[in-house]
């Protein structure tokens, strides 16, 4: 509970409205011990008191003076002033209780506005401080573990930190401070009576405890199902269309069943000890009221306890005790909450990527070279290696074609140039300084990127050009679609390039999505260009025009290509033939077919000629 309570404290950050919202919970109590012991007098009147007579309230504030604990509290002004006969004197009372529940009612108000709004700001910071962890995350962290349980810690257990934060400062404030109110009223009345009740209270402390560690447990367990689920449902809505032509429907629902009966077994768990918590409470909090009203009853019968001050006594301490019943729920609610505050606490300890330190200088821009040096890299988990051994000098301005068979680790090798991932070992070098020595965001600000998996978001097409860039004009949104022959398109859209871009850009073909990627590569205007299939998804008619734009728009820039395109190929000024994690062979198509038979089978079987 450690991180729980670390979360907790945090709640100080707002130290005012926290202090309010405890002053009026304090308030509200006390309203109701003031009513408690208020209506001894009604009692008093009611059933005679001693004597037996019914009394006015003059008689009754005297008595109140001369015999109870505030004795001397009682103006003499106000016992003059008091209207006489006994049912004057309870209409006086009750009006006076219906303004105290009032005021109350009031008081335990403001009590929940203001916890509630210390706890709604302190799980927004803590989800934006989740958020913001995950997204600087090392790519390859987040590609082993899955996107899944990373998002479910940041949406599931920030709403389960939510709960138990609103139960302990809301609803557990509210309950312990009532119950107080209620037990200081009954020691007002009969303090004897009163600490007899407390003989229960260990025991009760124990189950309790008990209990809420078994819900922690069964808790985080389910968490780690639900964020299961996330993923399995995710990954299917997303590759739907995969899913639908490849009529694998039933293994999808399969695979999400697994996973859900994992998650309604650890609910069921929960479950079991959230439901038996708050009988035993009331049952063990029913024998120690009858064994209290045993001992009082008995003497009552000897003369030595009033009626009245027996009945509100025992009313008291059941509102004490009633108190402890929705406290039960309260407790575990807080451990389960426990369990999603050791998640994010893990997540929010997570190393981020490096290079994003505020005292590393910004690397220069791009002007001489780029070099990969002895390179080797293993994804998290993997059991071989992605790259072995790879050295590569790429000089300024030219174009390095990179082809292999899949698998061969082009891809991964690209990725290390902007650092989405950290070579296991080697360096790689820009203008010769080693860019794990300088600010990542400086090295990634002068590289533009096209994927064949082209990643649009839910905003304007113009948002989704002008994607990681600030400060762009209309106009220079206008000229990078136009080289990227995505202007004519876009200007037939409804909204033009203020239409809303579907999930993943799915209401655009393929085609448009990777002309709107280009465009967004062109307005970064990069020294380095790396580009990894990325005329995979253009079609015949289109193809011709996006290959000049990007050739033109290469001129002068380093560009690292991933190619299935022959005339890709032959337009580069090197190939480079990779097989396995290893550069087999690099050099111009003609001395490669010659040569290298890896080289000739991918040209023959793999390359696929530009369209006429």
Same mark, same amino acid.
């Given at each position: 509970?450690?991180?729980?309570?670390?979360?907790?404290?945090?709640?100080?950050?707002?130290?005012?409205?926290?202090?309010?919202?405890?002053?009026?919970?304090?308030?509200?109590?006390?309203?109701?011990?003031?009513?408690?012991?208020?209506?001894?007098?009604? !009692?008093?009147?009611?059933?005679?008191?001693?004597?037996?007579?019914?009394?006015?309230?003059?008689?009754?504030?005297?008595?109140?003076?001369?015999?109870?604990?505030?004795?001397?509290?009682?103006?003499?002004?106000?016992?003059?002033? /008091?209207?006489?006969?006994?049912?004057?004197?309870?209409?006086?009372?009750?009006?006076?209780?219906?303004?105290?529940?009032?005021?109350?009612?009031?008081?335990?108000?403001?009590?929940?506005?203001? /916890?509630?709004?210390?706890?709604?700001?302190?799980?927004?910071?803590?989800?934006?401080?989740?958020?913001?962890?995950?997204?600087?995350?090392?790519?390859?962290?987040?590609?082993?573990?899955?996107?899944?349980?990373?998002?479910?810690?940041?949406?599931?257990?920030?709403?389960?930190?939510?709960? %138990?934060?609103?139960?302990?400062?809301?609803?557990?404030?509210?309950?312990?401070?009532?119950?107080?109110?209620?037990?200081?009223?009954?020691?007002?009345?009969?303090?004897?009576?009163?600490?007899?009740?407390?003989?229960?209270?260990?025991?009760?402390?124990?189950?309790?405890?008990?209990? %809420?560690?078994?819900?922690?447990?069964?808790?985080?367990?389910?968490?780690?199902?639900?964020?299961?689920?996330?993923?399995?449902?995710?990954?299917?809505?997303?590759?739907?269309?995969?899913?639908?032509?490849?009529?694998?429907?039933?293994?999808?629902?399969?695979?999400?069943?697994?996973?859900?009966?994992?998650?309604?077994?650890?609910?069921?768990?929960?479950?079991?000890?959230?439901?038996?918590?708050?009988?035993?409470?009331?049952?063990?909090?029913?024998?120690?009221?009858?064994?209290?009203?045993?001992?009082?009853?008995?003497?009552?019968?000897?003369?030595?306890?009033? @009626?009245?001050?027996?009945?509100?006594?025992?009313?008291?301490?059941?509102?004490?005790?009633?108190?402890?019943?929705?406290?039960?729920?309260?407790?575990?609610?807080?451990?389960?909450?426990?369990?999603?505050?050791?998640?994010?606490?893990?997540?929010?300890?997570?190393?981020?990527?490096?290079?994003?330190?505020?005292?590393?200088?910004?690397?220069?821009?791009?002007?001489?070279?780029?070099?990969?040096?002895?390179?080797?890299?293993?994804?998290?988990?993997?059991?071989?290696?992605?790259?072995?051994?790879?050295?590569?000098?790429?000089?300024?301005?030219?174009?390095?074609?990179?082809?292999?068979?899949?698998?061969?680790?082009?891809?991964?090798?690209?990725?290390?140039?902007?650092?989405?991932?950290?070579?296991?070992?080697? @360096?790689?070098?820009?203008?010769?300084?080693?860019?794990?020595?300088?600010?990542?965001?400086?090295?990634? @600000?002068?590289?533009?990127?096209?994927?064949?998996?082209?990643?649009?978001?839910?905003?304007?097409? /113009?948002?989704?050009?002008?994607?990681?860039?600030?400060?762009?004009?209309?106009?220079?949104?206008?000229?990078?679609?136009?080289?990227?022959?995505?202007?004519?398109?876009?200007?037939?859209?409804?909204?033009?390039?203020?239409?809303?871009?579907?999930?993943?850009? !799915?209401?655009?073909? %393929?085609?448009?999505?990777?002309?709107?990627?280009?465009?967004? /590569?062109?307005?970064?205007?990069?020294?380095?260009?790396?580009?990894?299939?990325?005329?995979?998804?253009?079609?015949?008619?289109?193809?011709?025009?996006?290959?000049?734009?990007?050739?033109?728009?290469?001129?002068?820039?380093?560009?690292?290509?991933?190619?299935?395109?022959?005339?890709?190929?032959?337009?580069?000024? @090197?190939?480079?033939?990779?097989?396995?994690?290893?550069?087999?062979?690099?050099?111009?198509?003609?001395?490669?077919?010659?040569?290298?038979?890896?080289?000739?089978?991918?040209?023959?079987?793999?390359?696929?000629?530009?369209?006429?």
């Amino acid at each position: 509970m450690d991180a729980f309570w670390t979360f907790a404290r945090s709640m100080l950050r707002y130290k005012r409205l926290v202090i309010l919202a405890i002053i009026f919970a304090v308030l509200s109590a006390g309203g109701l011990g003031i009513g408690i012991v208020a209506m001894k007098p009604v !009692l008093d009147i009611v059933l005679g008191g001693e004597t037996g007579q019914a009394a006015g309230l003059p008689e009754l504030l005297t008595s109140l003076d001369n015999d109870s604990p505030i004795s001397g509290w009682v103006p003499n002004w106000l016992i003059d002033a /008091a209207p006489p006969g006994p049912f004057t004197a309870i209409v006086v009372i009750l009006i006076g209780l219906g303004v105290l529940s009032v005021l109350g009612a009031t008081a335990n108000f403001l009590h929940q506005y203001f /916890a509630l709004t210390v706890v709604h700001r302190t799980v927004a910071n803590v989800r934006r401080r989740a958020f913001a962890t995950l997204v600087h995350l090392p790519l390859a962290q987040v590609v082993s573990q899955g996107t899944g349980d990373s998002v479910s810690r940041v949406v599931n257990d920030t709403a389960y930190l939510a709960q %138990g934060l609103n139960a302990m400062l809301s609803k557990a404030v509210a309950q312990i401070t009532k119950g107080i109110g209620a037990f200081i009223a009954a020691l007002i009345l009969n303090w004897p009576l009163t600490l007899s009740a407390l003989i229960i209270a260990p025991l009760l402390v124990t189950v309790i405890r008990k209990l %809420g560690k078994r819900i922690r447990r069964a808790s985080r367990r389910a968490l780690e199902s639900q964020a299961g689920l996330l993923h399995a449902s995710t990954e299917a809505m997303q590759g739907l269309r995969v899913v639908k032509v490849h009529t694998a429907e039933r293994y999808e629902q399969g695979r999400f069943h697994k996973i859900n009966k994992e998650f309604l077994r650890q609910q069921l768990r929960v479950r079991t000890a959230r439901a038996i918590a708050s009988p035993l409470v009331e049952v063990l909090s029913i024998i120690a009221v009858g064994a209290i009203t045993l001992g009082a009853v008995w003497l009552i019968l000897e003369g030595r306890l009033e @009626r009245s001050e027996f009945l509100l006594t025992i009313t008291a301490l059941g509102v004490a005790g009633g108190s402890l019943k929705p406290l039960t729920g309260l407790v575990n609610d807080i451990q389960q909450s426990g369990a999603a505050a050791d998640r994010l606490a893990q997540l929010l300890a997570s190393e981020p990527e490096p290079g994003h330190g505020a005292h590393l200088p910004k690397l220069p821009r791009h002007a001489e070279s780029i070099e990969l040096k002895d390179i080797e890299f293993t994804y998290p988990g993997a059991d071989t290696q992605a790259l072995a051994g790879v050295s590569l000098r790429v000089e300024r301005g030219q174009t390095i074609a990179v082809v292999g068979p899949n698998g061969s680790g082009k891809t991964t090798l690209l990725a290390l140039v902007p650092r989405l991932f950290e070579p296991t070992r080697g @360096r790689v070098l820009i203008d010769g300084r080693d860019v794990s020595e300088y600010n990542v965001r400086s090295l990634r @600000r002068q590289i533009g990127v096209v994927t064949q998996e082209t990643v649009l978001f839910r905003a304007s097409i /113009a948002d989704n050009i002008a994607y990681g860039a600030s400060d762009v004009s209309d106009d220079r949104i206008r000229q990078a679609a136009r080289q990227a022959h995505a202007d004519e398109f876009i200007q037939q859209l409804p909204q033009g390039y203020q239409t809303i871009c579907g999930e993943q850009g !799915l209401t655009l073909s %393929g085609g448009q999505r990777q002309r709107i990627a280009i465009a967004r /590569a062109i307005l970064r205007d990069p020294a380095i260009l790396i580009l990894d299939e990325a005329t995979s998804m253009i079609d015949a008619e289109s193809e011709a025009k996006i290959t000049q734009a990007i050739a033109e728009f290469a001129r002068g820039r380093t560009s690292l290509v991933v190619a299935h395109r022959l005339s890709t190929v032959l337009g580069a000024d @090197r190939i480079v033939v990779m097989d396995r994690g290893r550069i087999i062979d690099q050099g111009s198509h003609d001395e490669l077919m010659t040569r290298c038979e890896v080289y000739n089978q991918i040209a023959r079987r793999q390359l696929v000629p530009a369209a006429s």
